[in-house]
């Protein structure tokens, strides 16, 4: 594995873009992307705009999905199966008490696989109304300086100043 620092220095000196599906540091997992920043009239590096999104709640978010759908497609074969071997069972049978007892444990069984069905459903309807945008209008620099108060007691500490300069007055 090659360290964060390292990737940076080396698309840093290249004065390439860099990007990182994917990084876990501590608990949290992060998405990467840096892009160097050039002098617009001599086209030096000046600098680079790094930005880290947190992915940790999505990253639960698909886990939880793909566990769903492990565990549901096993709850769906048991009654199923359960229901089909009743079926079965009625097709060699002559006897009619015989052929009720199957009949009503494939009625049980397919009645959980309706059920299931409808939690599924439920849970689907839940998820789609999970997340809702709310798109406002901001200005960048107040938004930046928020975000970046905890990294910036964190800087201190290690005797780093950081800035955020804005170029424009809005």
Same mark, same amino acid.
């Given at each position: 594995?090659?360290?964060?620092?390292?990737?940076?220095?080396?698309?840093?000196?290249?004065?390439?873009?860099?990007?990182?599906?994917?990084?876990?540091?501590?608990?949290?997992?992060?998405?990467?992307?840096?892009?160097?920043?050039?002098?617009?009239?001599?086209?030096?590096?000046?600098?680079?705009?790094?930005?880290?999104?947190?992915?940790?709640?999505?990253?639960?978010?698909?886990?939880?999905?793909?566990? /769903?759908?492990?565990?549901?497609?096993?709850?769906?074969?048991?009654?199923?199966?359960?229901?089909?071997?009743?079926?079965?069972?009625?097709?060699?049978?002559?006897?009619?008490?015989?052929?009720?007892?199957?009949?009503?444990?494939?009625?049980?069984?397919?009645?959980?696989?309706?059920?299931?069905?409808?939690?599924?459903?439920?849970?689907?309807?839940?998820?789609?109304?999970?997340?809702?945008?709310?798109?406002?209008?901001?200005?960048?620099?107040?938004?930046?300086?928020?975000? /970046?108060?905890?990294?910036?007691?964190?800087?201190?500490?290690?005797?780093?100043?950081?800035?955020?300069?804005?170029?424009?007055?809005?």
């Amino acid at each position: 594995t090659v360290k964060i620092s390292q990737a940076l220095s080396y698309y840093v000196q290249k004065g390439q873009p860099f990007n990182i599906q994917e990084v876990m540091i501590k608990d949290r997992y992060f998405r990467l992307f840096m892009s160097p920043v050039r002098d617009a009239v001599e086209k030096i590096f000046i600098g680079a705009v790094i930005i880290m999104e947190d992915i940790t709640e999505q990253k639960f978010i698909d886990r939880m999905r793909t566990e /769903i759908v492990s565990i549901t497609s096993h709850q769906l074969r048991t009654p199923i199966t359960e229901a089909l071997w009743s079926l079965e069972a009625v097709m060699k049978y002559n006897d009619l008490a015989e052929i009720k007892t199957s009949v009503k444990i494939a009625h049980g069984s397919l009645q959980s696989v309706k059920k299931l069905c409808e939690e599924i459903i439920y849970v689907s309807e839940i998820d789609q109304k999970m997340i809702v945008p709310k798109i406002e209008t901001i200005k960048l620099v107040d938004f930046i300086e928020t975000i /970046i108060k905890e990294p910036e007691l964190k800087a201190d500490d290690r005797g780093v100043k950081m800035i955020i300069l804005s170029t424009s007055a809005t």
